[in-house]
């Protein structure tokens, strides 16, 4: 499949190597400075090439959507209607960042909202799928995964079932297990999910968020038949 990735940093280049591996073709945009993408695109040799945000969506049948929430709208409008009836991965956190880049929730935009169903409302001829918001961004690949008998899961949630199909078999490019998160409107819960492990890492792992995100994404254990009947 052509895959076109928007933004290609700290996620983007994860899933665009897991993606080459499993025999896509990509075009890799990047945010911020072009030529951090040098090395990465020298490891993947013909697999993947540059482009403009415009150029890599309209490359895609399914583009990813990653760039940091505050630049949301400006690569909107960078794309135009290239996006239009696309599968769009949207990967995004509803963070801040200050100028010391540190990082903050946008918890009054959270209220009633999040960046899939913005990105929806501000796209909406693209078909947008939540994928890939609560892992972080080194464990997203199965390469990660290698010394682990568990396969970390990545839930993914949209109102067009067709485009969550196909984000699955993404997921599963990826080496990593899609769960059916469904409509687009679960993004909140995803969201906000975030937002606890954020706290989590930062009141029981000492601000380790890499820790509790490998922690809680990984939901494959099995604890064999649960009863369910009230026990009185
Ligand atoms: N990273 C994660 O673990 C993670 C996990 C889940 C969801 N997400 C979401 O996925 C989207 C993409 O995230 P990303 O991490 O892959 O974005 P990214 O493209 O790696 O970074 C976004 C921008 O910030 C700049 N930047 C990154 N780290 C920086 C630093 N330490 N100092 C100064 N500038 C820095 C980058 O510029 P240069 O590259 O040019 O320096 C780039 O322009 C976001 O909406 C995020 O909330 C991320």
Redesign the pocket.
């Known amino acids: 499949m052509k895959v076109g990735i928007l ?1 290609t ?4 280049s994860r899933l665009a190597r897991a993606w080459a591996g499993a025999g896509h073709e990509l075009l890799l945009a ?4 072009a030529r ?1 993408l040098a090395p990465l695109l020298a490891e993947l040799g013909g697999r993947a090439r540059p482009g403009t945000f415009e150029q890599a969506a309209s490359f895609g049948e399914a583009v990813l959507f ?4 505050p630049r949301t709208d400006a690569v909107v409008d960078a794309v135009g209607d290239a996006l239009d009836g696309k599968v769009v991965i949207e ?3 509803p ?1 801040g960042v200050n100028e010391a ?1 540190e990082h903050y929730h946008d918890h009054a935009f959270m209220r009633d909202n999040s960046t899939a169903e913005y990105l929806q409302q501000r796209l909406p001829r693209a078909r947008v799928v939540k994928a ?6 080194p464990v997203l690949e199965a390469a990660a995964w290698a010394q682990s008998p568990l396969k970390a899961n990545v839930f993914y949630a949209t109102d067009d079932p067709q485009a969550g199909q196909v984000v699955r078999r993404l997921i599963e490019d990826a080496g990593l297990t899609p769960i059916n998160a469904g409509p687009l409107s679960a993004a909140r819960q995803l969201e906000q999910l975030g937002v606890l492990m954020h706290q989590v890492a930062a009141h029981e792992y000492d601000g380790d968020a890499d820790l509790i995100r490998l922690g809680l994404a990984v939901l494959e254990a099995n604890p064999g038949p649960v009863i369910r009947e009230r026990v009185v």
């Open positions: 933004n940093g700290n996620i983007g990047k945010d911020g400075e951090k990653s760039v940091y929430w990967t995004m956190n963070l880049f890939f918001s609560l892992l972080a961004a």
